[in-house]
C-alpha cells in the first residue's frame, strides 16, 4: 500500500506562487508515474501534470507555461511550481501515483488526501 501525503496548498493572491508537494510512503512508488489532479466543486478531477519515473512529463492545457512538476525519485517525492496563478486555478489539489502514466483519473492506483489552493483576485 502506498500513501501519498500532500502539502503546501493554501491562499495567495493573483498572480502568486505556491509549490506543492508529494511524498510517497513507500520506496516502490518511485518507479510509478506521480502527479496533480485538481478538482473545484462542481467540476469533474482534470489533470494538472505528470511526470514518470524516467522523467517524461505532460501538462493539462490549463497549465501549461505556468505549472512544473519534478520529482526526486530517491526521495520518492514528487513537487508542483505553481506560478502566475488566477482564481480558476483554485481547487483541492490529489497527488496521484500509479502503474502507468497518471494521465487520466482511471489510471491512478494511490491517491493523496487533497490541499486546498485557493487563488483570490
Known amino acids: 500500500q502506498v500513501q501519498l501525503v500532500e502539502s503546501g496548498g493554501g491562499l495567495v493572491q493573483t498572480g502568486g506562487s505556491l509549490t506543492l508537494t508529494c511524498a510517497a510512503s513507500?520506496?516502490?512508488?518511485?518507479?510509478?508515474?506521480m502527479g496533480w489532479f485538481r478538482q473545484a466543486p462542481g467540476k469533474q478531477r482534470e489533470l494538472v501534470a505528470y511526470i514518470t519515473f524516467d522523467g517524461v512529463r505532460k501538462y493539462g492545457d490549463s497549465v501549461k507555461g505556468r505549472f512544473a512538476i519534478f520529482r526526486e525519485n530517491a526521495k520518492n517525492t514528487v513537487y508542483l511550481q505553481m506560478s502566475s496563478l488566477n482564481p480558476d486555478d483554485t481547487a483541492a489539489y490529489y497527488c496521484?501515483?500509479?502503474?502507468?502514466?497518471?494521465?487520466?483519473?482511471?489510471?491512478?492506483?494511490?491517491w493523496g488526501q487533497g490541499t486546498r489552493v485557493t487563488v483570490s483576485s
Open positions: 513507500v520506496g516502490a512508488a518511485a518507479t510509478y508515474s
Open positions: 496521484a501515483a500509479g502503474a502507468v502514466r497518471t494521465e487520466i483519473p482511471d489510471n491512478v492506483n494511490y
